[in-house]
């Protein structure tokens, strides 16, 4: 019952975050501009408000013919609003088949779960869950760090099952960030595979730059260790664990790989693309997953 309530609590006061305030580095990715919008160019330009179609004056005016020039100049460059049409439309596209499942995002520390599912989250116009979150307000507060150092991390499991078994039970309409070894008990992914899932697939390298440049404090299996630089010594922890639970990641219904967006979109690192980029794949891949299931 306390932990219902718990649930409840969160389900009320978990914040989705406006994506625009994701400090990312703003991008001219003009090639992002090519390949998405290209394509839904006709549809946006019906969509855009009067003000903003002022605002986006030089992308209504481009033809077809002209755009690759404005683009190898460029003169046009995609802004936040942009993707944020593309993730927009994606989203409403792909809602009618979700048919109310609720989206489980899986990958490893620092993949980018919580970052992206609140993303997702915000364009399906569904409540956003980060199930460590869950667990500490389950124990009163108490850190995840704190539960594996008080507790271990046997207790920790258990809470983490307790956690999405209520979710599954409890809540349609909802995404969630379930933590990194969410992946490793069977019986996560039965109540996972309710809803649908979704693996973010992200280079090892690129998730120890990530954790390196934001510290393990909180990430209490990779906080052990202590010796060399931060990079190297977050790449050799995610190696190991990596190693232990990596085919784990594929149960999942979808799978997001920053590396295949990155090739796709013409970009050269996976550090180019932004969390926008990668919400909008995964819609993608959860279209693809939904066909597949329909057999089509
Ligand atoms: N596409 C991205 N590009 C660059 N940095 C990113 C991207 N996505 C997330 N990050 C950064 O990486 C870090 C980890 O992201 P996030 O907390 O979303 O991951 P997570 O998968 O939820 O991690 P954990 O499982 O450890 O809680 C954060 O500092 C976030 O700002
Ligand atoms: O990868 C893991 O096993 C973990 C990831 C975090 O999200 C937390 O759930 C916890 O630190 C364990």
């Known amino acids: 019952m306390e932990a219902a309530i718990a649930v409840q609590r969160f389900h009320y006061s978990s914040p989705c975050i406006d994506w625009r305030n994701f400090e990312g580095k703003p991008r001219g990715s003009l090639r992002y501009y090519s390949h998405r919008i290209k394509e839904n160019k006709r549809l ?20 077809d013919k002209n755009s690759s020039a404005l ?5 046009l460059l995609h802004s936040p609003f942009d993707e944020e049409v593309v993730l927009k439309r994606k989203a409403e596209e792909v809602k009618p088949y979700i048919n109310g499942r609720s989206m489980y995002l899986v990958g490893m520390m620092g993949s980018g779960k919580t970052t992206v599912g609140k993303i997702m989250a915000k364009a399906l116009g569904y409540t956003f869950f980060d199930c460590d979150t869950l667990i500490e307000e389950s124990m009163n ?14 207790v920790f499991r258990e809470k983490e099952t307790e956690a999405l078994k209520k979710l599954s039970l409890m809540y349609h309409q909802v995404v969630v960030s ?5 992946v490793i008990r069977p019986i996560n992914w039965k109540y996972m595979h309710k809803g649908i899932s979704i693996w973010l697939d992200v280079p090892l390298e690129a998730l120890a730059q990530r954790i390196a440049a934001v510290g393990t404090n909180s990430r209490p299996l990779l906080h052990d260790d202590k010796s060399g630089d931060p990079y190297t010594v977050a790449l050799n922890r995610l190696s190991t664990i990596w190693e232990a639970r990596g085919e784990a990641y594929a149960n999942a219904s979808a799978r997001v790989s920053l590396e295949n967006i990155t090739s796709k979109l013409g970009y050269r690192n996976v550090s ?17 997953f939904l066909n597949k299931e329909d057999g089509f």
């Open 44 to 63: 946006i330009i019906a969509d855009l408000q009067p003000d903003k179609r002022r605002r986006d004056h030089r992308q209504r005016s481009v033809s």
């Open 71 to 75: 683009l190898e100049t460029g003169e």
């Open 141 to 154: 507060g108490t850190s995840v760090a704190e539960i594996f150092e008080h507790f271990g991390e046997g």
């Open 178 to 182: 379930t933590g990194g070894g969410a």
């Open 272 to 288: 180019d693309l932004t969390p926008i980029d990668i919400a909008i794949e995964a819609f993608e891949q959860v279209q693809s």
